[in-house]
C-alpha cells in the first residue's frame, strides 16, 4: 500500500534561518504528491504539488521538487518568518485500488522565533 | 462560494450520546472524506465516498457511520459517543480527477467526550 513519511518535529528555527522537512514515500503507480500547511486553529490547505517525476512545486518561496529516483518530496524555504510557524502534511495521491483518496503523512511542525 | 463548511465549530458530549456533525461544500467535489487529528497521530481517514450514494470506510471507522444522499453533503454520526473519540474532526473534499485532486479542508470541529 501507499505510505509517506516525514521528519518528526517540531522544527526550531530563527528567522531567516533555511528550512528543510524531509518527505519520502511508497507507492504502487505514479503519484501526485502535495505538501499542505495548517496553521494554529485552522484546516489544512494546499501549499504546493507536483504531478510528475522532475517537476517542481513552489508558492510562498516554498519550493519540493519530486524525485522518483529517491521516492522523496522535500520541502524548502530560503528564509523562513515568524508567520510560517504551522504544521507541515506531505501527501501522495494514487490510483490505489482505482480511488484518489490521498495518503498524508504524520505532519511536521515547525516553529519560528523572532 | 463558501467552500467546505463544518458545524458545529465545538461540541462537547457525554458518553453514550449521540451527534452528527455537519459537511456541506459548494464546488460540486465528487469526493468527500472525514479525518479525525490527534497529537502525534497526524491525519487519520474515517471514512469516505467517491460520490453520491457510494461511501467507504478508510483506516478507523469503527463508532462511526456516514451517508452520501446528496453531492453536496456528508454527514458524519457517532452513535455512542466514547471518551477515545476526543479528537478534532476534519471534513475534505475534491474532485475525481486524479492527479489533480486538491483537497479542500473545512475549517474543523473540536469535539470532547467527558
Known amino acids: 500500500g501507499n505510505s509517506v513519511t516525514q521528519m518528526e518535529g517540531p522544527v526550531t528555527l530563527s528567522e531567516e534561518a533555511f528550512l528543510t522537512i524531509n518527505c519520502t514515500y511508497t507507492?504502487?503507480?505514479?503519484?501526485?504528491l502535495f505538501w499542505y500547511v495548517q496553521y494554529p486553529g485552522e484546516g489544512l490547505q494546499l501549499l504546493l504539488k507536483?504531478?510528475?517525476?522532475?517537476d517542481k512545486g513552489s508558492n510562498k518561496g516554498f519550493e519540493a521538487t519530486y524525485r522518483k529516483e529517491t521516492t522523496s518530496f522535500h520541502l524548502e524555504k530560503g528564509s523562513v518568518q515568524v508567520s510560517d510557524s504551522a504544521v507541515y502534511f506531505c501527501?501522495?495521491?494514487?490510483?490505489?485500488?482505482?480511488?484518489?483518496?490521498?495518503?498524508f503523512g504524520r505532519g511536521t511542525s515547525l516553529i519560528v522565533h523572532p | 462560494n463558501a467552500g467546505v463548511t463544518q458545524t458545529p465549530k465545538f461540541q462537547v458530549l457525554k458518553t453514550g450520546q449521540s451527534m452528527t456533525l455537519q459537511c456541506a461544500q459548494d464546488m460540486n467535489h465528487e469526493y468527500m472524506s472525514w479525518y479525525r487529528q490527534d497529537p502525534g497521530m497526524g491525519l487519520r481517514l474515517i471514512h469516505y465516498s467517491v460520490g453520491a450514494g457510494i461511501t467507504d470506510q478508510g483506516e478507523v471507522p469503527n463508532g462511526y457511520n456516514v451517508s452520501r444522499s446528496t453531492t453536496e453533503d456528508f454527514p458524519l454520526r457517532l452513535l455512542s459517543a466514547a471518551p477515545s473519540q476526543t479528537s478534532v474532526y476534519f471534513c475534505a473534499s475534491s474532485y475525481r480527477s486524479g492527479a489533480y485532486n486538491e483537497q479542500f479542508f473545512g475549517p474543523g470541529t473540536r469535539l470532547t467526550v467527558l
Open positions: 507536483a504531478t510528475k517525476a522532475d
Open positions: 507507492a504502487t503507480g505514479y503519484p501526485s
Open positions: 501527501a501522495l495521491s494514487d490510483a490505489n485500488g482505482g480511488s484518489y483518496i490521498p495518503t
